[in-house]
C-alpha cells in the first residue's frame, strides 16, 4: 500500500544536527509525494521549531510528521456504518472514467454478502458499451444481484431498480453511474436527475454518496472533488490503486480541504483487495513506522 516515503527520509537524517539543507530535502521530498505545499511547509516549521541545531534521528523526524499529519487526517475520519433501518440502503458511486469505480463496486458487493447481507447493484452506466458486462462479472463474483436493462435511461433504471431492491427486502443497493469528467454538463445532470429520482422513493436517498479516486491521482483528485462537490453532496471517498502509490500524500490535502473522511482503499486486482481506512496504518505504511 503506496510507496514509501520512510527510505528517503532516513536517507537525510542519520544522526546530524538538523540544519536548513536537510530541511530542504525534507521539503522537496513532501512536496513530489503530492503534499500541498500549505501543508509542507507548516511541518517543516515545526521541525524546525523543535530541533533545529539538534542532532537528530529518523525515526524522531517522522514521529514527528506522523503526529502532526494525523491532527490533520483524524478528526474527519469516521466508520462507514450501514444503517439497518434504512432498507435498502443505498450508496450511489461517482467518478472519472479509469478511477476503478466498478471494480470498487463488486469488492464492496462481496463485503457485504461476506457479511451475510443482501445486496442489488443497479447498473445505471448506459452510456459505454460494455460497462453493464463488466460489472455483470463482478456482482455475479460477489454473489450479489445485478438489475439492468438494456438501452435504458439511467434515472428510470435507477428508479425502477431502487424499487426492486426495496420490494426483494435487499439490505443495500449499490448505484453505479457513468464515469464521466466533472464538467461533462450533459452527464453531471444525469447524476442528479438520478439522485432526484430516487429521492422520489426514499427522501433519505441516496444515503451516501461516494466518490471513487484514483490512488495514483495526486493533486488532480482534488480538481475532481472540487468540480464534483459544486453539483452534489458528497459523502466521502474511496481511494483506488493504492499499492505502488507515489503520489498518496494527496489524501492529507484532501482529507484537510474538504473535510470528509475516506471510507475505503482498495489495494489490488483480486474481488478481497477492500481495507477500511485506517489513518494510523496509512501513515505508518507511508513513513515506514
Known sequence: ???????????????????????????????????????????INTIK???????VKDTEIKEILKEELLKIISPYQEEFIIDDKEKPFSIIMIGVNGSGKTTTIGKLANKYTKENKSVSVIACDTFR??????????????????????????????????????????????????????NNESLMAELEKIIKTIKKINTNAPNKTILVLDGNGGQN?????????????IDGFIITKT??????????SLIEKYKKPIYFITDGEQIEDIKNFSPDTFLNTLLEL
Open 1 to 43: 500500500m503506496f510507496t514509501k516515503l520512510g527510505k528517503k527520509i532516513t536517507s537525510i537524517f542519520t544522526n546530524k544536527k538538523l540544519d536548513d539543507s536537510m530541511l530542504e530535502e525534507l521539503e522537496e521530498i513532501l512536496i513530489t509525494a503530492d503534499i500541498s505545499y500549505d501543508i509542507t511547509e507548516r511541518l
Open 49 to 55: 521549531k523543535q530541533k533545529f541545531g539538534k542532532d
Open 129 to 182: 458499451i460494455a460497462a453493464t458486462e463488466q460489472l455483470a462479472d463482478w456482482v455475479k463474483e460477489a454473489n450479489a444481484k445485478l438489475i439492468s436493462k438494456e438501452n435504458a435511461n439511467p434515472s428510470g433504471l435507477a428508479y425502477d431498480g431502487y424499487n426492486k431492491a426495496k420490494a426483494e427486502n435487499d439490505d443495500i443497493v449499490l448505484i453505479d453511474t457513468a464515469g464521466r469528467l466533472a
Open 221 to 233: 483528485s482534488l480538481l475532481q472533488m472540487e468540480k464534483f462537490s459544486q453539483n452534489i453532496k
Open 243 to 252: 499499492e505502488g502509490s507515489s503520489k498518496s500524500g494527496f489524501i492529507i
